[in-house]
């Protein structure tokens, strides 16, 4: 914790001109957590979790602390000390790693991730620059119980209408909903839901299969909910299942690799 303010007043204090003397990331608590777009010329380019916590002990992901903040630097030319934000108090992100992407189309990423409450489960979270800020920008609604979680499943215009969604399966362990949403109105809204899908077993620091395209349109690669078949999930007036064959982690490799 106190590492995590530390850099945080070293972020209110340092100049936009002048290099960190370190990468605020080579401290990161969460070193896997790195993401970053090469090709980004807007303000973020690069974003990771800090800070461990010990508030949330669900343990979905295999650990026993979940990070507590959220950084976020510039990609070269920009201001390289970046800026950190909290969850929020009884908050932590409950999640792998941010994705970097541009959900609105204004040329800037946005930052998507799972946040989670200790009291009302996770939620999937955006984080964007609005009016030059850095902050919360849209978010679903909690799942509404402790200890009840959501896993990200991919990013992009699903359905080829020119705006892109976020999908992800709501309870992967409990329910196993393929859910697509999209930004509107500082929330993050539904507009698809498919049942009896899975990406994550409980414990495992990584989340299975995610997004291809082998010249279909955007397509995800997903588990059947008992894990006994590979589901590749295409849009044709609303999400469909195209049954893979029998699942394994190879198949679903291959399935990624759109072979």
Same mark, same amino acid.
């Given at each position: 914790?106190?590492?995590?303010?530390?850099?945080?007043?070293?972020?209110?204090?340092?100049?936009?001109?002048?290099?960190?003397?370190?990468?605020?990331?080579?401290?990161?608590?969460?070193?896997?957590?790195?993401?970053?777009?090469?090709?980004?010329?807007?303000?973020?380019?690069?974003?990771?979790?800090?800070?461990?916590?010990?508030?949330?002990?669900?343990?979905?992901?295999?650990?026993?602390?979940?990070?507590?903040?959220?950084?976020?630097?510039?990609?070269?030319?920009?201001?390289?000390?970046?800026?950190?934000?909290?969850?929020?108090?009884?908050?932590?992100?409950?999640?792998?790693?941010?994705?970097?992407?541009?959900?609105?189309?204004?040329?800037?990423?946005?930052?998507?991730?799972?946040?989670?409450?200790?009291?009302?489960? *996770?939620? $999937?979270? #955006?984080? !964007?620059?609005?009016? +030059?800020?850095?902050?919360?920008? =849209?978010?679903?609604?909690?799942?509404?119980?402790?200890?009840?979680?959501?896993?990200?499943?991919?990013?992009?215009?699903?359905?080829?209408?020119?705006?892109?969604?976020?999908?992800?399966?709501?309870?992967?362990?409990?329910?196993?909903?393929?859910?697509?949403?999209?930004?509107?109105?500082?929330?993050?809204?539904?507009?698809?839901?498919?049942?009896?899908?899975?990406?994550?077993?409980?414990?495992?620091?990584?989340?299975?299969?995610?997004?291809?395209?082998?010249?279909?349109?955007?397509?995800?690669?997903?588990?059947?909910?008992?894990? *006994?078949? $590979?589901? #590749?999930? !295409?849009?044709?007036? +609303?999400?469909?299942?195209?049954? =893979?064959?029998?699942?394994?982690?190879?198949?679903?490799?291959?399935?990624?690799?759109?072979?």
């Amino acid at each position: 914790m106190l590492r995590g303010l530390i850099i945080a007043l070293a972020l209110a204090t340092a100049s936009p001109a002048v290099a960190c003397v370190v990468d605020p990331f080579s401290k990161s608590a969460f070193p896997k957590s790195l993401a970053f777009d090469l090709t980004s010329t807007g303000q973020i380019g690069r974003a990771w979790f800090d800070s461990p916590s010990e508030i949330y002990d669900h343990g979905v992901l295999g650990r026993t602390v979940e990070p507590d903040s959220l950084f976020v630097q510039d990609p070269p030319g920009g201001a390289p000390c970046g800026t950190l934000i909290k969850a929020g108090a009884g908050h932590v992100f409950e999640d792998i790693a941010p994705r970097l992407a541009d959900l609105d189309g204004d040329g800037e990423n946005e930052v998507i991730v799972v946040r989670s409450s200790v009291t009302k489960g *996770a939620q $999937l979270a #955006v984080y !964007g620059i609005v009016d +030059g800020n850095f902050g919360l920008i =849209a978010a679903t609604d909690y799942i509404g119980q402790k200890n009840r979680w959501l896993a990200p499943a991919g990013i992009a215009d699903f359905d080829g209408d020119g705006r892109v969604e976020v999908a992800y399966i709501d309870r992967p362990h409990l329910l196993g909903d393929l859910v697509f949403v999209r930004p509107q109105d500082r929330r993050l809204v539904e507009i698809a839901r498919l049942p009896g899908v899975t990406n994550h077993r409980i414990g495992d620091d990584f989340i299975l299969g995610g997004l291809r395209d082998c010249g279909q349109g955007a397509e995800l690669v997903l588990a059947s909910k008992d894990w *006994a078949r $590979l589901l #590749v999930v !295409g849009w044709q007036n +609303g999400p469909q299942a195209q049954d =893979a064959g029998a699942y394994s982690a190879t198949a679903m490799q291959a399935a990624m690799a759109c072979r």
